[in-house]
């Protein structure tokens, strides 16, 4: 059974059982209203019967009453001694009497036993036909409409869940033509109004703007992955060919394989980074970002020595939770493009201290830097800045970066800095109190 078939039945039960609830409390109502009615009618009859017994007169001595023809609902009055046999009879009694004071049904009559003061009893009677025939047509009118009010129940039911669910219906139909085609350009027409629907709408279609977004992205990352792959391997096949045209020397080999190497590493090394942005888990160890960048800084110092640059330090204890291989691959990523791009000769400044909740790593240099308007374009993949088109690399360099920022639930910034250089900042949430670093390095300049 269907979900809107289910919540139809229940709508029904419900409705019928509020009916039912709300008819019996109309009939009981109703017929205690219309035997108090009765009840009061009947007594005072009764009273004003008994009025002449309760002067303490000899009820042989009062004239007889007549007796005319009554219709078929008009009260019986019978007048019993206290020896209970009968002294005065105005009719005769439909019931047989019962000598306790009050009222009560007997037979089809409604019948009121009222003890005057000289001990006599008045009994008035009164057929319940038409107290029982407007119950009875009470209990038909229910009878019928209680099956009624269930049909009503049942189709507006369906016809308001159907319209309830119409969005959902929507949504279900959207993600199967989706499923099928692969396109996510379609949107769920959103229903007027702020309710639940509504909103389950505005998210569906806030969901698929990202998703549409986020393909959108990959797909032109695989674009340029392609492009980026394409221009070594034409590098490498060139290579091979021109070699393989003719018999060459020893020295001739040794020096095409070289070549062959290199773009064979250039073409290993963005693989790497390519797998590296698919990953979708990192590993969470305590660890020091100072340490960590102190290993990066050392691992450089060839390159440094290199372009005769100058490393300044001050790192101070950074405690954090991450990924060691991709927090080393963040930081000397920036570290590695700062010795790239800065000139022969300059200095490079790197700092790793805390501030308020945040640990920061920041490298500055001198060189020609980056301009405001180039820092948004930079973090995407496969760019570069415009002063370092004849650099080698893929330009994947600050786009892995971001990535792994983003991972660490930190954020990459840049600004000018005060050398003239570039300033990048990598700013990740502090650690956990409990967290203690097995050592705290020591501040370097």
């Not at 139809?8 to 109309?26: C, D, E, Q, W």
């Not at 507006?156 to 159907?162: E, H, K, Q």
């Not at 240099?365 to 405001?372: H, K, L, M, S, Y």
Request: hydrophobic share 40%; glycine share 6%.
């Amino acid at each position: 059974m269907s979900l809107r078939w289910r919540l139809t039945l229940l709508y029904t039960a419900l409705i019928v059982l509020i009916g039912v609830t709300i008819g019996s409390a109309v009939y009981l109502t109703t017929q205690a209203g219309l035997y108090q009615v009765l009840d009061r009618w009947l007594w005072q009859a009764a009273e004003d019967f008994a009025r002449p017994y309760n002067s303490g007169r000899d009820p042989n001595s009062l004239p007889p009453r007549d007796s005319p023809n009554k219709p078929a609902d008009a009260a019986f009055f019978t007048v019993f001694s206290n020896t209970n046999s009968l002294s005065q009879r105005l009719d005769q009694s439909p019931v047989s009497p019962v000598f306790t004071q009050g009222i009560r049904s007997v037979s089809g009559y409604r019948v009121a036993m009222l003890q005057a003061k000289n001990g006599y009893w008045v009994q008035a009677a009164r057929l319940e036909t038409d107290t029982q025939n407007t119950l009875e047509s009470l209990r038909r009118l229910l009878f019928w409409g209680i099956p009624i009010l269930a049909l009503i129940g049942l189709s507006s039911g369906y016809a308001l869940v159907g319209r309830a669910f119409r969005p959902i219906g929507a949504v279900s139909q959207m993600a199967k033509r989706i499923a099928l085609s692969g396109e996510v350009h379609e949107r769920v027409p959103v229903p007027l109004g702020q309710d639940e629907m509504t909103q389950l709408t505005s998210t569906v279609n806030a969901m698929l703007e990202r998703l549409e977004a986020a393909l959108q992205h990959e797909r032109a990352f695989a674009l340029a992955a392609a492009h980026e792959l394409r221009t070594p391997l034409t590098k490498l096949l060139a290579r091979i060919e021109l070699t393989l045209e003719q018999p060459r020397s020893q020295l001739e080999y040794q020096t095409a394989l070289m070549g062959l190497e290199k773009s064979a590493r250039d073409m290993k090394n963005l693989v790497l980074h390519l797998l590296l942005f698919s990953e979708t888990t990192l590993t969470q160890k305590n660890m020091d970002l100072a340490d960590l960048t102190l290993e990066i800084c050392e691992a450089a110092s060839a390159n440094l020595q290199e372009k005769q640059q100058h490393l300044e330090l001050e790192l101070l204890s950074t405690p954090i939770q991450g990924d060691p291989e991709a927090l080393r691959l963040a930081v000397g990523n920036i570290i590695n493009n700062a010795i790239r791009h800065t000139p022969i000769g300059s200095s490079i400044w790197v700092r790793t201290y805390q501030q308020a909740t945040n640990v920061i790593v920041e490298i500055a240099d001198n060189g020609a830097g980056i301009a405001p308007t180039e820092f948004e374009r930079i973090r995407r993949p496969f760019q570069r800045g415009l002063g370092s088109q004849n650099i080698e690399g893929s330009g994947l360099g600050l786009a892995l970066v971001e990535s792994v920022m983003q991972r660490h639930h930190g954020r990459l910034e840049f600004s000018r800095a005060e050398q003239g250089g570039l300033l990048v900042r990598l700013i990740f949430p502090i650690a956990p109190k409990k967290f203690k670093p097995e050592g705290q390095s020591p501040a370097l300049t």
